[in-house]
């Protein structure tokens, strides 16, 4: 009897210490300002007109493919997923399905053009955001790097590429958030963060490779920046979660996060060893990321 009562009061005790965890997560998210990176990212690739070759040379099909899929979707699943959806979520269940749609879109269109349609057009434009904010010797390590002005045309042969190929592991966990949408627009929530989480390591698989990190490192480095790595993955998922233009978003989150890791380089914030010191949450870092951002908007853009 005496084990029944205990069971209930442990059960709470780790909701609320899983509350904690996830408010002070949240917390220092907003408080990163990392989230301004995927906007500052729009902001730099049109005002860098050079930047916009790797996206013009892979514009129609994509745009194309992107449409295609996200019109497929809508017509044969959003009915059937709207009705289940509005046994539990009621009158929010269309808002929800859009979302879930839109998700399950663009989880459908990586997959297929991340794969096989942009991904070098994707480590172009990664590093040469790099090379237009002085981060040669960084971009070297992996590529050759040519001389002139044009950021692009500097770009030489690449050495390896860092984009691992949709894993079936991404899949799964996909699979597994999806039944978050199920809870009224807490769940929907839910699932955008959770995807947000896993974006933003993944923005900077190219950085780690140019680091020549190690996966131990990558690991640490990453788990000591969980909330700035989620503070920008969330609305650089919604982003791209909209429909036609969520291809353009594609190359703005990567000049966005290039951007990001120049402002490491430049902070010192980039020594994956010197992070295994810092602390938890990565505070020393990733110092001042707001100070960053609004250092980013002073220059020229």
């Not at 992996?142 to 991404?170: I, M, Y």
């Not at 353009?248 to 914030?269: H, I, K, P, R, Y």
Request: hydrophobic fraction near 45%; proline fraction near 5%; aromatic fraction near 10%.
């Amino acid at each position: 009897m005496s084990g029944s009562v205990k069971v209930p009061d442990r059960v709470k005790n780790v909701a609320r210490e899983d509350f904690g965890k996830a408010k002070e997560l949240a917390v220092n998210a907003v408080r990163s300002a990392a989230y301004l990176y995927p906007l500052q990212g729009i902001l730099y690739f049109f005002r860098h007109r050079s930047l916009w070759k790797p996206l013009t040379a892979k514009l129609l099909p994509t745009m194309s493919l992107g449409i295609g899929v996200t019109a497929f979707m809508f017509a044969v699943t959003y009915v059937p997923q709207v009705a289940l959806l509005a046994l539990f979520n009621g009158p929010f269940a269309i808002v929800s399905t859009v979302l879930l749609v839109l998700s399950e879109s663009s989880t459908i269109f990586n997959l297929l053009s991340k794969n096989f349609l942009i991904d070098g057009a994707l480590i172009d434009t990664f590093d040469a955001t790099l090379l237009a904010r002085g981060q040669s010797s960084l971009v070297a390590t992996e590529r050759q790097v040519k001389s002139g002005n044009d950021p692009v045309g500097k770009l030489g042969k690449l050495v390896s590429r860092p984009f691992a190929k949709f894993t079936p592991t991404a899949i799964i966990r996909y699979l597994m958030y999806l039944p978050l949408n199920f809870i009224p627009v807490i769940g929907t929530i839910a699932f955008v963060i959770l995807q947000g989480s896993k974006f933003g390591p993944a923005a900077h698989a190219r950085y780690f490779q140019l680091k020549q990190m190690k996966k131990q490192d990558r690991e640490r480095f990453v788990e000591q920046r969980k909330a700035e790595y989620t503070s920008f993955g969330v609305p650089a998922v919604l982003l791209e979660l909209i429909p036609a233009v969520g291809i353009l978003f594609s190359f703005t989150n990567t000049v966005g996060a290039a951007l990001w890791a120049a402002d490491m380089e430049e902070n010192g914030a980039g020594s994956s060893k010197g992070s295994a010191s810092s602390g938890a949450g990565g505070s020393s870092t990733a110092p001042n990321l707001r100070y960053q951002a609004e250092q980013v908007r002073k220059r020229e853009l």
